[in-house]
C-alpha cells in the first residue's frame, strides 16, 4: 500500500461547481499535512495548510480525518483558473527529530467552461 | 527576489554522460532539497541539505551526488547518466528549525527536464 495515496483523476467539473478530493495516507504517526498545486508543467506551489480544526482560504477548505487517515480539499464556486494538479503532503517525524515530507501522485482537476 | 532559480531548464543526454544541475535560492534558507517527478508520481526526494557543508540522502540517491559549499548553492551531479534518470528534476528551500512537526513551506525552482537515450 502507498503511503499517500491520492485519485489520480482527471475530475473533470464544470465551472462554478463544487469538488471535493481526498487523500488518504497509512501511517497513523503522520503529523503535518498540507495540499499543494502545481499547474501543467510547473513546480508545486503550496496552497493550504491542514489543521485539525479543518481551515477555510476563500473557496477552499481543508479537513482532516485521523480517525480514517484522510484529508480533503473542497473547492466551492471553481474557477478555470483552479484546473491543476492537486498533491497531497504529510510529513512523518525521522529518528533524529527532523520530518520527512511524503508526496501523494496528485489528483487532476480540469474546469470545464 | 529571484526565490529558487534552476539551470538548465531542458536537457538531453546520451547514456554513460554526466551533467550538473544547479541550483540557487536567494532567501538565506537553511534547507535545500533535490526531488525528480516521474510521470503519475509523487515527487521523491533525492538528496537534501540542513545548511553548508551538510547533505545527506533521501529516498532515491543512487546515481546522483551533491555538494553544498554555500547557503545558496545546491547542484545535483548525475555521472554516467541512465535512462531510468529521464525525470523532471526540482529543486527546492526551506526555513526550518528541523524540530518534529516544525514544518516550513518549500518554495520550489521551475524545474529541469532531463532526457536520457
Known amino acids: 500500500r502507498k503511503e499517500v495515496e491520492q485519485d489520480p483523476g482527471p475530475f473533470n467539473v464544470p465551472e462554478g461547481a463544487t469538488v471535493a478530493f481526498n487523500c488518504t495516507y497509512s501511517n497513523s504517526a503522520s503529523q503535518s499535512f498540507f495540499w499543494y498545486r502545481q499547474d501543467c508543467r510547473k513546480e508545486p506551489k503550496l496552497l493550504m495548510s491542514?489543521?485539525?480544526?479543518?481551515n477555510e482560504d476563500g473557496r477552499f477548505t481543508a479537513q482532516l480525518n485521523r480517525a480514517s487517515q484522510y484529508i480533503s480539499l473542497l473547492i466551492r464556486d471553481s474557477k478555470l483558473s483552479d484546473s491543476a494538479t492537486y498533491l497531497c503532503?504529510?510529513?512523518?517525524?525521522?529518528?533524529?527529530?527532523?520530518?520527512?515530507?511524503?508526496w501523494g501522485a496528485g489528483t487532476k482537476l480540469i474546469i470545464k467552461p | 527576489n529571484a526565490g529558487v532559480t534552476q539551470t538548465p531548464k531542458f536537457r538531453i543526454l546520451k547514456i554513460g554522460q554526466s551533467m550538473t544541475l544547479q541550483c540557487t535560492q536567494d532567501?538565506?534558507?537553511?534547507?535545500m532539497y533535490w526531488y525528480r517527478q516521474d510521470p503519475g508520481m509523487g515527487l521523491k526526494l533525492i538528496y537534501y541539505?540542513?545548511?553548508?557543508?551538510?547533505?545527506d540522502k533521501g529516498e532515491v540517491p543512487n546515481g546522483y551526488n551533491v555538494s553544498r559549499s554555500t547557503t545558496e548553492d545546491f547542484p545535483l551531479r548525475l555521472e554516467l547518466a541512465a535512462p531510468s534518470q529521464t525525470s523532471v528534476y526540482f529543486c527546492?528551500?526551506?526555513?526550518?528549525?528541523?524540530?518534529?512537526?516544525?514544518?516550513?513551506?518549500?518554495?520550489f525552482g521551475p524545474g529541469t527536464r532531463l532526457t536520457v537515450l
Open positions: 541539505s540542513v545548511g553548508a557543508g551538510i547533505t
Open positions: 527546492a528551500s526551506s526555513y526550518s528549525t528541523g524540530l518534529a512537526g516544525g514544518y516550513n513551506e518549500q518554495f
Open positions: 491542514v489543521y485539525s480544526s479543518g
Open positions: 532567501m538565506n534558507h537553511n534547507y
Open positions: 503532503v504529510v510529513t512523518l517525524p525521522d529518528k533524529d527529530s527532523n520530518y520527512q515530507l511524503i
